[in-house]
């Protein structure tokens, strides 16, 4: 799960590195600062989830408890 947002994190940023400024354009230049703004706020995000991954790999889960959340319709007891 982990490996996926990564990924598109850096897809974000890759895709930010590909932008081309127009010149000529009003708002040229608060669009570029927020660019570089999410830039390192992105860069900032992968650092700290390959420092301390939300999903410890191979992470150990109660199989009571997911199966009681998955089969939870939200429901009041009486109802079902």
Avoid: W
């Amino acid at each position: 799960m982990t490996d996926g947002i990564l990924a598109s994190i850096r897809e974000f940023i890759a895709a930010l590195d590909r932008r081309l400024p127009r010149a000529g354009r009003t708002a040229e230049t608060a669009i570029a600062r927020d660019a570089a703004v999410l830039r390192r706020a992105a860069v900032r995000r992968i650092r700290g989830m390959e420092r301390d991954p939300p999903f410890p790999p191979n992470a150990q889960y109660d199989q009571a408890l997911v199966g009681d959340i998955m089969t939870d319709d939200g429901g009041n007891e009486g109802d079902k």
